[in-house]
């Protein structure tokens, strides 16, 4: 699997790993958890959370599991 980038992607593709890796001084991932939520219009929201890698925050989504997001 390819190495996380240091950018969330502009546009997210369904079907395709996203995995990238963010930095918020403020609320470092040793102590919050990031979560982003999606949304279609007329579609249910699903959400993902990034893991702690030290005080980073590293998102991972497998391809299989954005399907519903369309």
Do not use: C
């Not at 240091?6 to 963010?22: C, H, R």
């Not at 918020?24 to 929201?45: F, I, N, V």
């Amino acid at each position: 699997m390819a190495e996380p980038q240091s950018y969330e992607a502009e546009k997210l593709t369904n079907g395709v790993t996203w995995k990238w890796k963010k930095t918020l001084s403020d609320y470092p991932a040793s102590e919050w958890t990031l979560t982003y939520y999606l949304r279609k219009a007329g579609a249910t929201a699903t959400s993902f959370s990034a893991i702690a890698d030290g005080d980073t925050h590293l998102v991972t989504v497998a391809g299989e599991l954005h399907l519903i997001v369309r």
